[in-house]
């Protein structure tokens, strides 16, 4: 990063967002690399565990389009801390009268929705205090919160195995209060914050056409990154008879990887231009889907697919976020929480998919096929608008690329 970003926004604010984002993150995703040990404590069929590992992503789909709102409503810091309020609180209460049945998890599940959604409160609260030629790397490195999902990869199965699952829920209450507390004092709103509106200016903005086709650009790119994370545990235990522990460690390689390239994803974005970018992102994403919708042989192969996967789709996740707030600034609150919905949307419908195929099928490539295929339906959408978005709003930004 050059000097000139560092000085051109509020550090304090971004990394509180990242902070924010992380912990957040860690929480929304952490059934999926305990789905192995709750599955088997409780008797869950394959269509159950993957149920319940996307509930978590649908419900902070949901409550994005709910924060999108609020952010330019209230702004963001404040929304966040409502948010985070109600994710310890739900966790304190899960941890304290326990949780024993396949439903009682499903209402977890909704509970974490509120962690998920830190998605559509944490970019604006960063983006806001960035130029344009600057939002790529802005949002990148604020959304490379998305590491936490590493943390429940790696530690949540290790706790669960030590201490049981439920405990898990109280220990992660820790640093969530811990991150709660700077983020107080950390985080303040730009002054750069859009009027008011009325419920009904937002959805002026779904008349525009090109909202809706980031929210497609992110359902699958995101969809893909967090449909994988909530699902690999899982992937891994039943493909290759791994134990909890191992299994997470897999699926935190993998998500490390996405994580670690989001804010690369935005940078070369930034140098060549988000379109360009994403036209590469979809066509390697759905070659490597497709490929392991074949069925790796070996657990090394596996790895090496994924890991490349969730490498592409994590600068894909980049890529749309360098784009969203040129193209709606004025409404960047919102947007973010129709294209984070969008997201979680994708991931609900991988993370479940998986599950289905392998209860009725016995195998779930067909859910990775189905997805590959959606990739190259994102790229021909890219493709059809690219010459539009150039020649119009895309031609009147300075010093900015798309």
């Not at 109600?86 to 049945?101: C, E, R």
């Not at 790119?221 to 449909?227: D, P």
Request: charge should be positive.
């Amino acid at each position: 990063m050059n000097k000139s970003f560092w000085k051109s926004g509020h550090n304090p604010t971004l990394l509180a967002a990242f902070l924010y984002f992380d912990v957040s993150f860690m929480v929304w995703v952490m059934l999926g690399p305990l789905a192995p040990i709750i599955s088997q404590e409780l008797g869950l069929d394959p269509a159950q565990k993957g149920l319940m590992v996307a509930v978590p992503t649908l419900a902070g789909a949901l409550l994005r389009l709910v924060n999108g709102v609020l952010v330019d409503s209230i702004g963001p810091k404040t929304t966040g801390a409502l948010n985070q309020l109600i994710v310890i609180a739900g966790l304190l209460f899960g941890w304290w009268f326990g949780i024993d049945s396949f439903a009682g998890t499903l209402a977890l599940g909704v509970i974490l929705g509120f962690a998920g959604a830190s998605f559509a409160v944490a970019l604006p609260l960063a983006s806001r205090w960035y130029p344009p030629e600057h939002q790529g790397k802005a949002m990148g490195l604020a959304g490379m919160g998305n590491s936490g999902t590493v943390l429940a990869a790696l530690f949540a199965p290790l706790l669960a195995k030590l201490f049981g699952w439920n405990a898990v829920l109280g220990l992660a209450v820790i640093p969530l209060t811990v991150i709660f507390a700077f983020y107080l004092v950390a985080a303040k709103d730009s002054p750069d914050q859009p009027a008011r509106k009325s419920f009904g200016a937002y959805a002026e903005v779904l008349k525009d056409k090109d909202a809706w086709w980031f929210m497609l650009f992110y359902g699958v790119t995101f969809g893909g990154f967090v449909g994988l994370s909530s699902s690999l545990s899982i992937w891994f235990s039943d493909s290759f008879a791994l134990n909890p522990v191992t299994a997470g460690y897999c699926t935190a390689a993998c998500v490390f990887m996405g994580s670690l390239v989001r804010p690369i994803g935005g940078a070369l974005a930034d140098r060549f231009g988000g379109i360009r970018t994403l036209t590469a992102v979809y066509i390697l994403a759905a070659i490597t889907l497709a490929t392991i919708s074949t069925g790796p042989a070996t657990l090394p192969i596996a790895l090496a697919l994924f890991i490349f996967v969730m490498g592409i789709l994590g600068v894909g996740n980049g890529a749309v976020f360098q784009l969203v707030p040129q193209r709606f600034r004025k409404e960047i609150g919102v947007m973010t929480g129709l294209v984070g919905f969008a997201g979680g949307v994708g991931g609900f419908y991988l993370a479940s998919s998986l599950g289905l195929a392998e209860k009725y099928t016995g195998s779930s490539s067909a859910g990775f096929l189905i997805f590959a295929a959606l990739a190259l339906v994102a790229l021909a959408g890219l493709t059809a608008v690219k010459g539009r978005w150039r020649t119009t709003w895309g031609a009147a930004l300075h010093g900015a690329r798309i």
